[in-house]
């Protein structure tokens, strides 16, 4: 297994993302539950999130965050999809 980062960039209001925000983190809390997604959140300032995603490969993380409620709606403009390798903290055991 591998780690990627994934960062959204998001192309809905903030109004819009607010309404669906509750369906979105039952979502990525299911995948943290699963222990596929080892931490998320939204970036300050910024209209977008950084996910770690524990997957075979970058098309299998694809393949997951086409069912995040956010996707499906249309709300995520940009997904950036990046194999890293944490050499310090929490995550290293995970590489």
Known sequence: MSVFAVTYHY???PEALAEL??????FTGAL???????????????????????????????AILDNDPFDIAGFIGERVILQWNPLNGPFKDHA
């Open 32 to 62: 943290y539950d699963q222990g596929v997604l080892l931490t998320s959140g939204p970036f300050i300032d910024y209209a977008g999130a950084l996910l770690l995603v524990v997957a075979e490969s970058a098309d299998e993380v694809s």
């Open 21 to 26: 925000r509750p369906t979105h983190r039952e």
């Open 11 to 13: 192309s809905a209001s």
